[in-house]
């Protein structure tokens, strides 16, 4: 245990003096047995009421209620303290469930309604003591995900997509029963925001997130949710190179290596940059066909555009931390082909600072450097003779370029501003927005480098209006 495990074992302790018994469940236990540091802690508190508990946490500061009526609590930022609770399926949907603390349950009865069985594994914070009363201890060490029980399983649906995540997070297998259980359960009652949940912890989470989005496809859940992802199957790769040719597989594949390029980002840009690897190909279903003898996909990068925002919706995604993510994510499929076409434009076609400025203003360099070098790097089958290997050398030129630019994060801000106009004796006026535009384009191509010679060129064209 970290930090947490003084507050967890006098919690444990004060639990034990009330005449009761308080238990790690869940995540933290699995991670434990599996090697791996628990960054959250759940522990659930057998034999004692709901307002002894209460009491006890009163103890330890401030607790956070995150569900009183069924008695959860939060503690400091890590740690969830609740009550054993039973959950009676009353409607339709992911809300229709009626959800009880109830003290008294038993050990196996309470884990019972716990998704899989590497998550229904107890531990005694004080004694040590394993309680694992479905065998999860043996899927941890087969890395199999199981379903605990066939009768609340499909009561929540999120469960199938957790399937997904928990099996590219832990790069565990799914049973075949789970399997099948999981391809008969609608996902579509799922709202936006817990559908991103999941995803994004499939995404960002795991290192290898083409597992559970191979996962997204065989448990059924593309075909309700993401027909965008669905249509991908069958569209030839180009150039075809892979014995199935499907642009699902060169998507998984550029997702991974797009995880590869995202560590050092903030948050908000991690998602950013691993939905745009995702979405970079859903242009390609309306435009690919077989012409010359090859398949080609000419304006992808803009048939991509509507199926993106498509995507995008079902997921819920505008802004996160402030950042407009929806806007970058679009710009980043629109534009995810420039890096390479203005490398090839060299040297015949040389490509002006002014392209790389502007473009600039459209999207993010940096984040189209590492969705485009995925892109590219995600066309290497294991198959394929390394001589005929992608590599990244566009994609290096490219931001070369951007960061001599220092335009990396966005284009450069204008020089010249409208008080400057008003200084030169010009009064507010449609005329204003021309004439800045005017210089901050001269600005873009590198004709004006400062302000001096930004006014010039400014009072030159009052004079001629």
Known sequence: MDERSPTIRILAEAVALAGGRAMLVGGCVRDELMGVEPKDWDVE?????????????DGFGDVNVVGEAFTVYKVGLHLDVSLPRRERKVGKGHRGFVVEGDPGMSFEEACRRRDFTVNAILKDPLTGEIVDPFNGREDIKRKVLRHVSDETFADDSLRVLRAAQFAARLEFDIAPETVKLCRSIDVTDLPMERIWGEIEKLLLKAQQPSIGLKWLYD???????FPELASLVGVKQEPEWHPEGDVDIHTMMVADEARKLIDG???????????????????????????????????????????????????????????????????????????GEFYKAEPRNPVGDGAFRRLARKVEPDLLY????????????????VEKRFGSEAQE?????????????????????????????????????????????????????????????AASLIRKT
């Open 397 to 457: 030129w490219f931001i070369q370029r951007v960061r001599t630019l220092d335009i990396e994060k966005k284009a450069p801000d204008p020089i010249l501003m409208g008080r400057h106009l008003i200084e030169l004796g010009l009064r507010p006026s449609p005329q204003f927005k021309q004439i800045l535009d005017a210089i901050y384009e001269m600005q873009l191509d590198g004709e004006v480098k400062d302000l001096a010679r930004a006014v010039d060129e």
């Open 265 to 339: 980002l903030p948050y908000e840009k991690q998602a950013t940059v691993m939905l745009a690897a995702v979405a970079h190909d859903f242009g390609k279903p309306p435009t690919t066909q077989f012409f010359d003898g090859r398949w080609r996909s000419h304006s992808h990068d803009e048939a991509g555009v509507e199926p993106t925002i498509t995507f995008l919706d079902t997921l819920g995604i505008h802004t996160l931390n402030g950042y407009d993510v929806r806007n970058q994510v679009i710009q980043l499929v629109r534009y995810h082909l420039k890096p």
């Open 45 to 57: 508190v057998y034999g004692v009421e709901p307002e002894k508990l209460r009491e006890i946490l």
């Open 219 to 225: 448990l059924g859940v593309v075909e309700q949710l």
């Open 370 to 385: 590492r969705v485009a070098k995925a892109d590219s790097l995600g066309r290497n089958p294991d198959w394929l003779p």
